[in-house]
Each structure stands twice: as structure tokens, then as C-alpha cells.
């Protein structure tokens, strides 16, 4: 157990440093100001070793430079930036399992039935539909046709929340204002726009991996043996199917936080939520070089962190592989 | 006292082509205590018929009968919710696959915990001791270190005997075990059966040994069911079966069985039926043998029934003389 943790963390520990040749290189193209802010010297040292050396020591001690645009610490305004970007992932990526998953079940359940048959066609029609598109719909219908949700951001003006965490879900229930359950409702309107915009994708991925791999585990040997034994239908569902076939799902909610994280860019921008995507979306209309490398390296990492996390997640899930050490 | 009855049980599978008859009209019956064999070839239905008395059946197979009486109750009566749980306190199966039939994902501890915590209740103490008391009669000399252990770090024959051990849990008073040795070593394969049938005579529970190897049934069972095609072909006690086979697939079978050492004579070749079981949509006209059987005759276009044999048992077979007084097709009589 303790040697697969210690090879999770070396994988972990390269592919950064891998990252970091990556954007070392991008570096390379950035106008002399902007690369200079990475360096030590107002002048680049001479080989590109010492170049390398030099941006490592600014990227761990955190001095990724000033945005050209606002003149502020990139680092700084990335964590200010990042909370509303993880409300609007952790939200998006709830609401896909906890639609996903029990769909997937129940089309399995029903396999190749009227039930199934309406979740895979509708699971197609959400996986390719472009989602600005269908942000925009949503936005129509709801926002402006019916008027249930607010149009942009991620509160009404006229509440006042003071950030304590920069979640706005958790921060209006923490506010001491008298008007502190309002807002928290207002905020909640203003996320689940969005939140269903980025879940579409994949919820769509989710129910079918769901579903392929239930119906796999539900005609195993096993899954019979649990009848005979008399357990009851909700038990032999929900604890011995399901276990069974959290591997294959487990594995794919690694993959497609990083299409949420990409996802969050374009949904981020259709309602205007103060969010990292939306920020790394002005800077490219900026041209600001310091500010992209920032959401680049950061992200990026976030990603290879939360692949990591859900490799050993999937180690626990099986005892296979947990005792194979 | 009667343990099983079963008259006239048939399961038709709904194909995209339309449906099948998979078991044909199957008629049995076994006593408390009893040790039934059944065997055939390989999608003869056997296997199906086990489940379908468990009420295992897949959703796109349907299964109709008469009687379905275990231990008392008719189940053809009940609600499919009191049926699955009055056979669950009645009867357990075992399946071929050791390995395959434990879920993966829990240790030996938590699934027989969770049988005995349905069937038995009490303290999670009490059904830990039990537990044990369970490993240790299915001849597992350290249960407490295997309790702890997942289904994949146990060879074939652990699991086998894992499995029984959970399917005895509940107390059955009916043991199905469909092909328990096939998958395992030859030398386990003994010592699973011997357990097999020593529990079921210690526990006083009918045991239904499925298989379609004759050499387990010869010397363990009471009766013998040939199947085949779905289709009942002899039933008769176990001596009749293997001394004085009537039926020309029953003679097959035990003909198909390789003989060692003297009884071998060198340079004979080993007998084989010709051909292969038909596809069930594809059934021959009259006796489902026939374009394999050995012995067929003319009338073998017309359809045999099962009938009664003087001083033997049941046979569904032109050849096989009936005894002369009934003359009736067996599911209407007892035996």
C-alpha cells in the first residue's frame, strides 16, 4: 500500500516537473517582458539551463510576475479567481454523478427497454450538443422567457457578502447580515444555470460508462449468487453492483474533470461568472502573456493532482489492485 | 416427507426470433434427505431448470408449471417478492465457477456475515462464531485467518468451499449444486463432492447434483434424471440407470465415459454420440435424438413420451418397452 502511494507521488512529482519543460518552452515565445518577469535578471542568463533553473526558482518561491494588464500578482488573482471556478466545477461535477449514476442503473436495469432506449438517444443528443449553444437556450428559456434565474454572475448587487472562503454558497450561510438565507437562494439561482451548462457533457459520459459497466456486472456470476442468497433488490444494486462497477467510473470522473476545467472557460464566459476561465479567456483578448502562463501552470497542475488523487481512490476501491502490493 | 415436486415445468426463452422452448414439460420429484442427480450435455437446460426453480431465471426467460412445491409451499402461488425470499430460506445453490460466483469487492467475513444477518439475525458476535463454525465444516482448517481474505486470494477449491459454506447459511432443506467440480482439479473435485453429500446427509437436506460427467453420480446419487434437449429422457434409481441404461442417450453417456487401467482395452477408440445437441429453434421432427441416436428406427419420426418402465423407472424412447398395463404419460401418475 505505502510502496503504491510512494509510486502515485513519483508519477505526480514528473509529470510536474514535465509541465514545467512545457511551459519553460512557452516562455521561450513570450515578448522579452513578459519572459523577463520569470527570470532573475533584467537580462536573460545566457544558457537556456540557467533559463530553466532561474524559472523553477520563481515558480516555487510563487513569483509568477505581474499581469501586463491590471498589474497585479498573477498568483494572487488566480486565488481569488479559483474558488468561484471550484463552486462551479464541484456543482456541475455533483450534479453529474448524482444524475448520471442512478440513469445509468436504471437503464441498465432495463437494458435494451423503452427506459434504456430514451437514456442512451438522450445521452447522445447531450454529448454532442455544443454547449454555448445550449447554454444560450437555457438562457432564453429560463432567464428570459420564463424569468426563474438571473442572466449573469454569481450574486444579485444588491446583497453584500463579505468573502470568507470565496465559495459563495458557504460564504452567504457564514455572512451575519440579516438578509444571509436570501442571498444564499440567490446564489444557488445564480449557479444552477451554469452548473447544468458544464454538467451536460458529463453527464452524458458518466451514464453511459454507468451503464455499460452495470450491465457488465449485473449478468456476472456473482450478482446471482447475491440473489440467491435473498439479499434485497436495493442491496444487491446499490452495495455489490455498484462497487463492482466504480472502477470504470472512477476512472473517468479523473478524465473529465479535466474537461470541466476546460468546460468552465466557455460557460464561464456565456454567464459572465467571475471565474479563472473567464479571466484566462480576457487575458488571451489582452494578449497578457504573464496572466495565461499563470492559469496554464496552475491548472494544469490541478489536473495531474486530481488524476493522481482518483488513481489512488481506484486502488482502495479494489482490493485487487490494493493487495496485489 | 416430499421435498421437491415439480410437474410439468416448462421455460420458454423470448428470443428476437420468437420464443424457445428451452425445458419441456420437466416432471421430479425428490424426498428430505434425497440426492438427485441430473445430468446431460452442455445446453441440454439442466442448468436452467436449477435456476428456474430458484427463481434465478434471466428476465427474457419465462417459466410456467403446474407445481412447483418445495418443503410444503406451492411457489407458482406466490408473489415473485415471497417467493424469492421463502426460496432464499429454503434452498441454496452452488454454481460451477468458484471464482466467479464471490463478489470481489468484499472479504469471505462480510459476505457470509451478510447471509446470516438475513437468515439468521443476532448479534454480529453471534454470526461471526457462527461463521466460523461454517468454514470449519466445509473442512477450512484456519477460518480465522480466511475470513479476513478477498475471494481472489483463494484457489478454486477455498472458494468452492467458501461459497457452500454461505450457501449453508441459511439452513437449506433443498442444496442445488450446479456442475460444483467442473472447474476445479480433479483431486479437489472429490473432496468437494464427498463434502457435498456428507452435509447433506448430516443436515438432512435433498441435494440436486447437476453435472454431466456419470463418474460423480455413480456412486453418491439416490436417482438419476437424463436430460436432454430439454427434455426429460429417463429417470430412474441410480443402479437402474448406470446397470441397465433403457434409453440410447443414457447408453451413450456412460459409454462416452473413459475407462482406465485393465478395464481399458488397448486399441479400442472411445465412444462419441454423433453430431450435436440441435439448436432449439432448429428441432428435429419426432424423438429430439434421433438424428443422433445409434438405434433409431422408423417410428422415431413420431414424438416418444415418457413413460413407465417395468421395474426400472421412466423413459421416453420408442425401444424401451413400457410395462404393459400403464400406458399413460408420467406426469400424471406417481411413481
Known amino acids: ?325 | 416427507m416430499q421435498l421437491l415436486r415439480v410437474e410439468n415445468l416448462s421455460v420458454t426463452y423470448h428470443s428476437s426470433s420468437g420464443p424457445l422452448s428451452i425445458v419441456e414439460r420437466l416432471s421430479l420429484k425428490m424426498d428430505e434427505g434425497e440426492i438427485l442427480g441430473v445430468i446431460g450435455e452442455s445446453g441440454s437446460g439442466k442448468s436452467v431448470f436449477a435456476l428456474s426453480i430458484m427463481g434465478l431465471l434471466s428476465t427474457k426467460m419465462v417459466m410456467r408449471a403446474d407445481y412447483l412445491n418445495l418443503d410444503g409451499e406451492d411457489l407458482m402461488k406466490m408473489s415473485a417478492m415471497d417467493r424469492a425470499v421463502y426460496v432464499a430460506s429454503k434452498a441454496a445453490i452452488i454454481f460451477q465457477e468458484p471464482q466467479a460466483s464471490l463478489n470481489p469487492c468484499f472479504t469471505v467475513s462480510s459476505q457470509l456475515d451478510e447471509t446470516l444477518s438475513i437468515h439468521q439475525g443476532g448479534t454480529r458476535k453471534n454470526r461471526r462464531v457462527r461463521a466460523l463454525e461454517l468454514l470449519d465444516s466445509v473442512g477450512i482448517t484456519k477460518p480465522e485467518i480466511l475470513l479476513k481474505l478477498y475471494p481472489h486470494q483463494l484457489s478454486g477449491g477455498m472458494n468452492q468451499r467458501v461459497a457452500i459454506a454461505m450457501a449453508l447459511a441459511c439452513k437449506p432443506r433443498l442444496l442445488i449444486a450446479d456442475e460444483p467440480t467442473t472447474a476445479l482439479d480433479v483431486t479437489i473435485q472429490a473432496q468437494i463432492l464427498e463434502l457435498l453429500v456428507n452435509l447433506s446427509q448430516s443436515e438432512k437436506a435433498g441435494l440436486m447434483l447437476i453435472t454431466h460427467d456419470f463418474a460423480l453420480l455413480s456412486e453418491n446419487t439416490d436417482r438419476i434424471g437424463v436430460i436432454y434437449s430439454g427434455q426429460l429422457m429417463e429417470h430412474a434409481a441410480t443402479e437402474n440407470i448406470l446397470n441397465s441404461p433403457r434409453h440410447p442417450y443414457t447408453r451413450a453417456l456412460l459409454d462416452s465415459v473413459p475407462q482406465l487401467g485393465d478395464r481399458h482395452v488397448k486399441g479400442s477408440r472411445l465412444f462419441a454420440l454423433q453430431g450435436q445437441i440441435p439448436a432449439m429453434d432448429q428441432l428435429p421432427v419426432g424423438c429430439r435424438l434421433g438424428p443422433r441416436c445409434p438405434k433409431a428406427e422408423k417410428q422415431c419420426v413420431n414424438k416418444p413420451e415418457l413413460l413407465s418402465v417395468e421395474n426400472h423407472g421412466k423413459v421416453r424412447c420408442h425401444l424401451a418397452k413400457p410395462s404393459p398395463t400403464v400406458k399413460k404419460p408420467l406426469e400424471q401418475e406417481e411413481q
Open chain 1, 1 to 325: 500500500m505505502s510502496k503504491m502511494i510512494l509510486r502515485q507521488l513519483l508519477i505526480l512529482l514528473s509529470s510536474l516537473v514535465i509541465l514545467t519543460f512545457f511551459t519553460f518552452g512557452l516562455t521561450l515565445f513570450f515578448p522579452i517582458e513578459s519572459r523577463f518577469q520569470l527570470l532573475d535578471t533584467t537580462q536573460a542568463p545566457d544558457g537556456l539551463v540557467e533559463q530553466y533553473v532561474s524559472y523553477i526558482k520563481h515558480i516555487i518561491t510563487g513569483d509568477w510576475g505581474f499581469s501586463q494588464s491590471r498589474g497585479t500578482d498573477v498568483l494572487k488573482e488566480f486565488f481569488i479567481y479559483f474558488p468561484a471556478t471550484v463552486e462551479l466545477v464541484i456543482t456541475a461535477l455533483l450534479l453529474a454523478l448524482s444524475l448520471g449514476i442512478p440513469l445509468g442503473i436504471t437503464a441498465a436495469q432495463n437494458k435494451n427497454k423503452w427506459p434504456d432506449k430514451l437514456v442512451v438517444s438522450s445521452t447522445l443528443v447531450g454529448y454532442s450538443m455544443p454547449i454555448f449553444w445550449w447554454g444560450m437556450l437555457l438562457v432564453l428559456f429560463f432567464s428570459l422567457s420564463l424569468g426563474v434565474t438571473p442572466v449573469a454572475s454569481r450574486l444579485g448587487f444588491e446583497y453584500d457578502i463579505i468573502p470568507v472562503t470565496g465559495f459563495m454558497l458557504i460564504d452567504t450561510l457564514l455572512s451575519d447580515q440579516p438578509y444571509a438565507i436570501e442571498a444564499f437562494y440567490d446564489a444557488l439561482h445564480h449557479l444552477i444555470l451554469p452548473a447544468i451548462v458544464l454538467a451536460t457533457i458529463p453527464l452524458a459520459i458518466f451514464t453511459r460508462v454507468t451503464r455499460s459497466a452495470m450491465i457488465k456486472v449485473l449478468a456476472s456470476d456473482y450478482i446471482r449468487t447475491a440473489k440467491a442468497k435473498g439479499l434485497s433488490h436495493g442491496r444487491i444494486i446499490w452495495i455489490h453492483a455498484l462497487r463492482n462497477a466504480m472502477l470504470p467510473i472512477l476512472t473517468i470522473i479523473g478524465l473529465q474533470i479535466s474537461v470541466l476545467i476546460t468546460g468552465t472557460l466557455i460557460t464561464e464566459t456565456i454567464f459572465s461568472w467571475p471565474g479563472v476561465g473567464k479571466w484566462l479567456l480576457e487575458a488571451v483578448y489582452r494578449r497578457d502573456f504573464v496572466t495565461l502562463h499563470a492559469g496554464l501552470l496552475a491548472t494544469a497542475s490541478l489536473v495531474i493532482m486530481i488524476n493522481i488523487a482518483v488513481e489512488l481512490m481506484s486502488f482502495y476501491v479494489n482490493p485487487k489492485m490494493r493487495l496485489q502490493e
